[in-house]
């Protein structure tokens, strides 16, 4: 058995939790909108053609915001062809998923979906094949009162009432080569400006991210946010970071060390950003918006694995099946951005549904929570808090992760991996809330906890995800295969709690007054 140790207080905090730091994201991408959350004729569908069984389990996982509708897509749609009488609409080629885009369901739905599930909307403009009045028109349509061309068309489209919308994006992905209208820094970084000028004139309220790097390993890393930011650092309040993991290696303990480089990453632009501000004198913190986070490597290479011939109309690509190793990757990306409160106020998990998602559907069939469900579900729902700092103690390991966009580079040599990752918030209602990943795949490992400053805290739930079989998966016919289990032998002795985290396992302890 391994142990590990950790001390902690209740006043040392690290920052509270931004409700918006347990977002997720839908985009116009395989079955995510179409069989996904909207799918008219389903039996669990209403008037509008949300999926109701979609619906329940989205407000189990309990998203707070959800991007929208791109991701790649976005680069290359016109806003205007998702509003206005369905019949209308134009069917389009998707440059960016090579499928065809029946417009059915746009702007006006997602917004009711959104009220309609109590999640805050955030949207995408495409600064890929359009450009700063485009942006500025969509920002009107969706949320001036009226009075003007395109709030009068927003009201002759039926909603009557502003969106309100207050989170917008500045592109997609404008540095990868893969990009619809991909751009240099420099390109980029003017006509972010230069949308987020006339977008922000267009509704004062708006609060704006610029696209930041599309993962760690891009070689334009550091460099690209340094020049984004000289353009825009007096016109957004966020930068973006994207990251996918993968376990292309087949490579356990290095995949499941693989979070701990999100850490890195997220440390290096808050440096790049605050360097921004010091090149200023300016106090200004800009903030970290995390909007693409997942595992996803069995759907992404090669190339058939994303695109289905003949432009079909929401194809089942990137259906990854999440296994019960990625659940624990998947947890330790969540410690991740726990740990990173302060500055990490805004983070989506890519995607919502069957495209790389915690939730999957069949086709007219059921609806079921796949592995990675539950870490999100439970950070979603004990993590809102003052993430407290942490004195850990844990033996190490050495690993090699493989980052696949460098085919060309080494595995990055990881040294020094604690085998324990974890977090730690305390809740409003005065209670703590646990979350560890045991990282050692053949041993338990006891968990020692010194909670300083907490008196009087009984333990109220405690739960392990884990399974004898690291490919365990959840499907439609064994939904419940991967699914936190209950965790005996958890116990709290005056300032200490003691608990034994089985191997390869994610735990969560919230421990509540009284
Ligand atoms: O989430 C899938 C895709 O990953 C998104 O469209 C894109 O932004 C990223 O590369």
Same mark, same amino acid.
């Given at each position: ?14 920052? =509270? ?15 995510? /909108? ?19 069984? #979609?619906?329940?389990? #989205? ?20 806003? !205007? ?35 309609? =599930? ?17 942006? &500025? ?8 009162? &009226? ?12 909603? =009557? ?7 917008? %994006? ?25 949308? @987020? ?47 996918? +993991? ?21 440390? !290096? ?7 921004? @501000? ?17 595992? $996803? ?15 079909? #109309? ?22 991740? +951005? ?9 983070? %989506? +998990?890519?995607?919502?549904?069957? /495209? ?43 690993? @090699? ?23 730690? #918030? ?26 300083? &400053? ?32 209950? +965790? ?17 396992? $994610? ?8």
């Amino acid at each position: 058995m391994r142990k590990s140790h950790v001390l902690l207080d209740r006043d040392f905090t690290i920052g =509270t939790t931004d409700p918006r730091l347990f977002g997720a994201f839908i985009e116009h991408l395989g079955r995510c /909108v179409y069989g996904g959350i909207f799918e008219p004729g389903h039996p669990t569908a209403d008037a509008k053609g949300f999926r109701q069984d #979609v619906m329940a389990l #989205v407000r189990e996982l309990a998203p707070t915001i959800m991007r929208y509708p791109g991701g790649n897509f976005v680069s290359g749609y016109n806003w !205007e062809d998702g509003v206005g009488p369905v019949a209308e609409r134009p069917a389009r080629l998707d440059y960016a998923w090579f499928s065809t885009e029946p417009n059915t369901f746009g702007t006006n739905e997602f917004i009711d979906w959104c009220r309609a =599930t109590g999640i805050e909307p955030m949207l995408a403009v495409n600064l890929g094949t359009r450009g700063p009045q485009d942006a &500025g028109y969509f920002v009107e349509y969706c949320n001036h009162p &009226g009075g003007t061309h395109y709030s009068e068309l927003r009201k002759r489209h039926g909603w =009557t009432e502003p969106h309100g919308v207050k989170f917008w %994006c500045l592109g997609n992905e404008m540095d990868g080569p893969w990009q619809t209208g991909a751009k240099t820094a420099t390109e980029y970084g003017r006509i972010a400006a230069e949308a @987020a000028k006339i977008m922000r004139w267009a509704d004062s309220s708006i609060q704006l991210a610029a696209c930041g790097s599309s993962g760690r390993n891009m070689d334009t890393f550091g460099a690209w946010e340094q020049t984004v930011l000289d353009h825009t650092f007096d016109h957004v309040e966020w930068i973006s970071l994207h990251t996918y +993991l993968n376990n292309y290696a087949a490579d356990t303990p290095a995949f499941l060390a693989s979070p701990d480089l999100m850490d890195s990453f997220i440390e !290096e632009v808050v440096a790049i950003a605050d360097a921004a @501000a010091a090149r200023r004198r300016s106090g200004k913190r800009i903030m970290l918006s995390f909007d693409e986070w997942n595992v $996803w490597y069995r759907t992404r290479r090669p190339r058939e694995n994303r695109v289905k011939p003949g432009w079909p #109309v929401a194809p089942p690509i990137l259906e990854e099946i999440y296994n019960m190793q990625d659940a624990l990757a998947f947890g330790g990306a969540c410690i991740s +951005l726990l740990n990173h409160a302060d500055r990490v106020r805004c983070a %989506c +998990l890519a995607q919502l549904v069957n /495209v790389i998602a915690p939730i999957m559907t069949e086709t007219g069939g059921p609806a079921w929570r796949q592995t990675i469900f539950h870490p999100f579900a439970q950070m979603s729902r004990l993590g809102r808090g003052a993430v407290l700092r942490t004195q850990i103690e844990s033996d190490t390991y050495s690993a @090699a992760y493989y980052d696949p966009r460098a085919l060309t580079d080494p595995p990055i040599p990881m040294p020094a991996v604690p085998y324990l990752k974890f977090s730690a #918030v305390r809740n409003d209602d005065g209670g703590l809330s646990l979350f560890a990943l045991n990282r050692d795949l053949r041993d338990g490992m006891t968990l020692e906890v010194d909670i300083r &400053g907490f008196g009087g805290l009984r333990v109220a739930e405690a739960t392990s995800l884990h399974h004898s079989d690291l490919d365990a998966i959840n499907s439609k016919d064994s939904p419940d295969n991967v699914s936190p289990q209950p +965790l005996a032998g958890v116990v709290v002795n005056g300032a200490t709690l003691a608990a034994e985290l089985p191997p390869a396992s $994610w735990t969560v302890i919230s421990l509540r007054p009284g």
